[in-house]
């Protein structure tokens, strides 16, 4: 069993208010509307790899994870946008219900205005002016914020900057589960964890085997060594359809999604595995297959899942594709009501009767 999140509380994130979700079980798929908060909530639940870091929440998120903002906004930006828009007291406020421990997470946003030097600003992207005389530079007004954070009532640390600081992930790491978050669209990037998956024999070649849903010839998954002008490690395929390995790059998405999404699964090993949208670019046909893999594997390292999708199939199939494990999962549907977060929760059993015999929708 790895239920290492029982129960979330989440009073107020980005667009959620007082939204409750119970029982969580070793498989847990979040479904409803577009904007209906099934992010936010794998973004809540991915707070507990640092639970005092902003700045590493949003390098490791939809909205944050790339070398180029997918958004277009800064990072300064993106931490503003954690907190509730239309509040006056711009407050992020979560509880936890883990195995560990009760945790109770504030973290109360300040925002001012002060001015500062042009080359004050420079320094802090990472210029040196230090020989600009600050009688000949422009005073800009800058943005700046201070974070307050307090866990179970006790502050914990405070933290100020502005919208011209550096941000770089920060290395002092307060987990209290290791988490692993996989963005719809992670695997266009060609990050994979197969350094995780070369150092374990067994699950590599049982990988393998799921990998032939989409490429019926493949033999291997080597790391490209004769390429040096990459700033990450790169992978070619091996396979009897063609006359010599392929860079991963070249292959389409369905099978750069499968080796994502299964290389993921190893890497969060005693953890918790966020996968959002998880079947984008999977094809229907490869579908059973490869969910049956991650859920059995996920059971076998102790790794807790929480799945987000907006498709009905994809969500069946799910629900269906590995009886065994019924007992294990849960379905969460999401709606917004009135500005309040509504959840609906089935177990794996009833929302299968819930669509097949009273055609219920449970998206």
Not at 270 to 294: Q, V
Request: glycine letters at 4%.
């Amino acid at each position: 069993m790895a239920i290492y999140l029982k129960d979330l509380q989440i009073n107020s994130f980005r667009g959620i208010r007082n939204c409750s979700l119970d029982n969580f079980k070793d498989i847990n798929i979040l479904t409803g509307d577009n904007n209906s908060g099934k992010t936010t909530i794998l973004e809540n639940i991915n707070m507990l790899n640092n639970i005092d870091s902003l700045v590493n929440l949003v390098y490791t998120t939809t909205r944050g994870y790339t070398r180029t903002s997918i958004s277009g906004l800064s990072t300064f930006e993106q931490i503003n946008y954690l907190f509730p828009v239309d509040d006056k007291n711009a407050k992020i406020s979560v509880s936890f219900n883990t195995a560990k421990e009760n945790i109770d997470l504030q973290i109360i946003k300040e925002n001012k205005y002060e001015m500062l030097f042009e080359n004050e600003i420079r320094k802090m992207q990472g210029y040196d002016n230090e020989s600009q005389d600050d009688s000949h530079c422009e005073i800009i007004e800058t943005e700046s914020m201070k974070l307050e954070y307090a866990i179970n009532g006790q502050t914990r640390k405070t933290e100020s900057f502005n919208e011209y600081n550096r941000f770089n992930r920060d290395d002092k790491v307060n987990s209290i589960y290791k988490t692993v978050y996989i963005s719809p669209f992670r695997h266009t990037l060609n990050d994979v964890y197969l350094t995780e998956t070369l150092d374990d024999a067994d699950l590599f070649m049982e990988m393998l085997d799921v990998l032939k849903e989409f490429d019926d010839g493949i033999l291997n998954i080597n790391a490209d060594t004769s390429n040096h002008s990459s700033y990450r490690k790169r992978y070619t395929i091996l396979s009897k359809n063609h006359k010599k390995s392929v860079p991963l790059e070249l292959y389409g998405d369905g099978m750069k999604k499968a080796i994502m999404l299964m290389s993921a699964v190893i890497a969060a090993k005693d953890g918790i595995l966020l996968l959002d949208e998880f079947e984008t670019a999977i094809h229907t046909t490869a579908m059973n297959r490869t969910f049956e893999w991650i859920m059995k594997t996920c059971m076998k390292l102790n790794v807790q899942l929480f799945l987000t999708s907006h498709s009905k199939e994809a969500i069946e199939k799910v629900l269906k594709c590995c009886p065994s494990l019924s007992d294990h999962i849960n379905l969460y549907t999401l709606f917004n009501r009135k500005g309040k977060t509504i959840v609906r929760t089935l177990d794996c059993i009833d929302a299968i009767e819930a669509i097949d015999e009273l055609n219920l929708e449970v998206r």
